[in-house]
């Protein structure tokens, strides 16, 4: 679609430049007058000559890191959604909002947006050439807005989703940082108190040459690894964690560890809901906004960052391209079935039980028979979306109930677990004493 570059004057005579999308230049003088404007001047704005170089008349940009956070393309999102919903042209919406972002990805990514759109791309193609900052979601829907017409709409709604998106994953990160911080607390004092402080008292006791209880000579042993092996503190968490993303790296690897973390005691439910209310609040964002079924299940797949589901999402879609619907392919293919990755890291997690609990989930489902229901009723009724928002819905709720319930449950085990450490090291360390000066009382 051609940019036509106008001159015009409003009600009070105010001279107005600015630029406008459409097919013809007719076109392009009724929106203007619609807007208020009396034209006095308009031309087909010409695309930036090749020749010119890359790089010719922009500004010196800084070297930026990965993609945009996500609560600055959530915020970007909004103001955009309000802009568009106000009658500005898209294109000095982005001009606006690339003014006032600061120098980064996005800040970037919108400049290059402004610059294709004013080479003749339609929003979707120069948003889809900044991949970095606009996703495949994003890019859809705003090309479903275009298609359809309905842009400002389109903006709304994935501005709410991401809102959305982002409240939920505020919470549950905010409610891990109290104890995390906790753990990394009380293992930095346990560490000080076990390198520093039992070895003075290792040296009291050889000099009066006692008896030592059996606590103190567990408490003696835990101190002498620490002092001489300290590294491996903060070492044999981190080697699991790259284990792990070694693991991952392989094929089968990451199918083992996504069956694991999403069927984990305690915090494997947590994760699993997690990952089907962002799944179906997508795919139901995606439907809602004109995307084509397939092309819906492809990017909802994409953004669920777990195997399983992957496998289940890809499922679905074969089966659609038969003709099926999406809910009896989603009962099928929601089940886990045997891998032996996932089995290794039960028996490590869990050595004396991990057999036997694996045994135990590994037959269950991934999405329950209420999810599967629902998704049958919306297919029937044509309000797909609408129960696709409901499941979304109600599984945000429990996470934020299973979250804050987690988060209240660890409290006291955490605070009864520093007490335990700290009493027995207390214990320990001062039965040789009372020993000793009862010896020298007597």
Known sequence: MPTYQFEAMDSTGAEIKDVIEATTEEEAQATIRQMGYFVTKISVKKARKKSDGPGRGKKKRGFVFGGVKSKDLTAFTRQLSILQDAGLPILRSLRILAEQAKPGRLKYSLEDTCEAIESGDTLSEAMAKSPKAFDRLYVNMIKAGEAGGALELILQRLADFKERAESLKRKVRGAMIYPVMVVLVAVSILTFIMISIVPSFVEIFADFDLDLPQMTVVLIAVAEWCT???????????????????????????????????????????????????????????????????????????????????????????????????????????????????????????????????????????????????????????????????????????????????????????????????????????????????????
């Open 228 to 442: 001489n092996y300290w590294y491996l503190i903060p070492g044999i968490p981190l080697s699991i964690w790259l284990l792990i993303k070694l693991i991952r790296k392989f094929k089968a690897g990451r199918m083992g560890w996504d069956q694991y973390i999403i069927k984990v005691p305690i915090f494997g439910q947590l994760i699993e809901k997690n990952i089907l209310a962002r799944s179906t609040r997508t795919l139901g964002t995606l439907i809602s906004s004109g995307v084509p079924i397939l092309e819906a299940l492809t990017i909802t797949r994409e953004t669920t960052g777990n195997a399983v589901f992957e496998k289940m999402f890809s499922k679905i879609s074969e089966r659609i391209r038969e003709g099926d619907a999406i809910a009896q392919p989603m009962k099928e293919y929601s089940k886990l079935s045997f891998h032996p990755v996932a089995l290794f890291f039960w028996i490590t997690s869990i050595p004396l039980i991990g057999v036997l609990i694996y045994m135990m989930k590994y037959r269950q489902r991934i999405v329950s028979d209420i999810v599967v229901n629902m998704v049958d009723v919306g297919e029937e009724t044509g309000e797909l979306d609408t129960m696709l928002y409901k499941v979304a819905d109600v599984h945000d709720e429990e996470v934020a109930v299973l979250t804050d319930s987690l988060t209240k449950l660890m409290e006291p085990l955490l605070i009864i677990f520093l007490g335990g450490a700290v009493g027995f090291i207390v214990i320990a360390l001062f039965l040789p004493l009372v020993d000793l000066i009862s010896g020298l009382s007597g």
